[in-house]
């Protein structure tokens, strides 16, 4: 059985406040809790329902315990409907990112992302995609949001995920800058080369200014119907197919 004290520690990791405090996030789920379990991410400890202890592998000793009831569950799980098996996490201290691993590769680049469905989408879609890197401005969603961690169905623990001053960090880059605009060459003419970053703006703003001088190659899906603009996320996912589909020619 839960104490009080531990039901309300992990009930305080609903909130990014005492996320960010802590040091820790959530996840749930058994599929999640196994993918992250043998990466480079320190599980804190596990709580699970009687039925779902057979189902975890083999763990690291340091990894805490605890079977728990139904009603403890729900107290402690972000979702309407929990899945039966939680799990704290610490967060990873921050890295910078180096430069050189824009080489050959093609990168995500966040501006404002608001929504955390969206933006845990995105991350599972790089993944998809064999993107290895997500650069976020300071201004999108935070990462370890309990929606954004859901959405990225475990991907989180493949794709790496940093955060900058997007104006400051683009200015040093030495390689061609992609952006998804409305006004752009067709996202199926386009040369995108071997390496590069592609730019995705804000839900309803779109790429902000300080960043959309930056950008080389105005790129844009092209609209057969009356839509008057594509979700960030399906934006993200048809172009990285086009540039997954370019890079394996």
């Not at 728990?68 to 039966?84: C, M, R, V, W, Y």
């Not at 799990?87 to 501006?111: M, Q, S």
Request: aromatic share 8%.
């Amino acid at each position: 059985m839960l104490s009080k004290s531990q039901i309300g520690f992990i009930k305080s990791l609903h909130q990014k406040k005492y996320r960010k405090e802590n040091g820790i996030f959530i996840i749930e789920g058994i599929k999640s809790i196994i993918e992250f379990i043998p990466s480079a991410y320190q599980l804190h400890s596990i709580y699970y329902l009687a039925e779902y202890k057979s189902l975890l592998p083999n763990l690291p000793s340091n990894i805490k315990l605890f079977e728990i009831n139904n009603a403890e569950l729900d107290k402690i799980s972000t979702l309407h409907t929990p899945q039966g098996i939680l799990a704290l996490v610490h967060i990873p201290k921050k890295g910078v990112f180096n430069l050189a691993d824009l080489k050959n590769n093609f990168t995500l680049v966040l501006d404002g992302v608001q929504d955390p469905g969206n933006l845990g989408t995105i991350i599972r879609t790089a993944d998809w995609f064999g993107f290895k890197n997500v650069i976020c401005s300071l201004n999108t969603v935070e990462i370890y949001n309990p929606k954004t961690i859901q959405a990225t169905m475990g991907s989180l623990c493949r794709v790496n995920i940093y955060e900058h001053d997007l104006p400051e960090w683009l200015m040093d880059l030495e390689i061609p800058i992609f952006g998804a605009l409305l006004e752009g060459e067709c996202s199926y003419t386009v040369d995108w080369g071997k390496e590069g970053v592609l730019i995705l703006g804000n839900e309803g703003q779109g790429i902000s200014a300080e960043v959309l001088k930056l950008i080389q190659h105005p790129v844009t899906i092209p609209r057969i119907g009356s839509a008057e603009s594509l979700n960030v996320a399906i934006s993200a996912g048809i172009l990285c197919s086009e540039i997954s589909r370019n890079l394996n020619k």
